[in-house]
Nanobody
Framework: QVQLVESGGGLVQAGGSLRLSCEAS????????MGWFRQAAGKAREFVAT????????MYTDSVKGRFTISADNAKNTVTLQMNNLKPEDTDVYFC????????????????WGQGTQVTVSS
């Protein structure tokens, strides 16, 4: 099993920045892929970014390209999402997700999920 704990959400004005972190704890193998999704109340979960923990591959949804950066610190078993130039439409609950091997933008390919952290961007 893998447990994921997110931190770093909050309230920020449009144009501001936030940094989300997700720490993974596990008994066996480290997840091979970790990523971020977001979800608004009453809406489907949306892919944001993902990466292989080797750092060889990263993937972003189009709406965040050039503004968000995903990175990993394997020594700390942590993946970080740096979010710059935030917009009101980025307001959502952000979830960290992990997979043993699936490098994907589809949420059903991820086996483990964090509890979510709220990001609110005011206009």
């Amino acid at each position: 099993q893998v447990q994921l704990v997110e931190s770093g959400g909050g309230l920020v004005q449009a144009g501001g920045s936030l940094r989300l972190s997700c720490e993974a704890s596990f008994r066996a193998a480290r997840p091979g892929v970790m990523g971020w999704f977001r979800q608004a109340a009453g809406k489907a979960r949306e892919f944001v970014a993902t990466m292989t923990m080797t750092g060889s591959d990263t993937m972003y949804t189009d709406s965040v390209k050039g503004r968000f950066t995903i990175s990993a610190d394997n020594a700390k078993n942590t993946v970080t999402l740096q979010m710059n130039n935030l917009k009101p439409e980025d307001t959502d609950v952000y979830f960290c997700a992990a997979s043993r091997t699936s490098y994907s933008r589809f949420d059903y390919r991820y086996d483990f999920w964090g509890q979510g952290t709220q990001v609110t961007v005011s206009s």
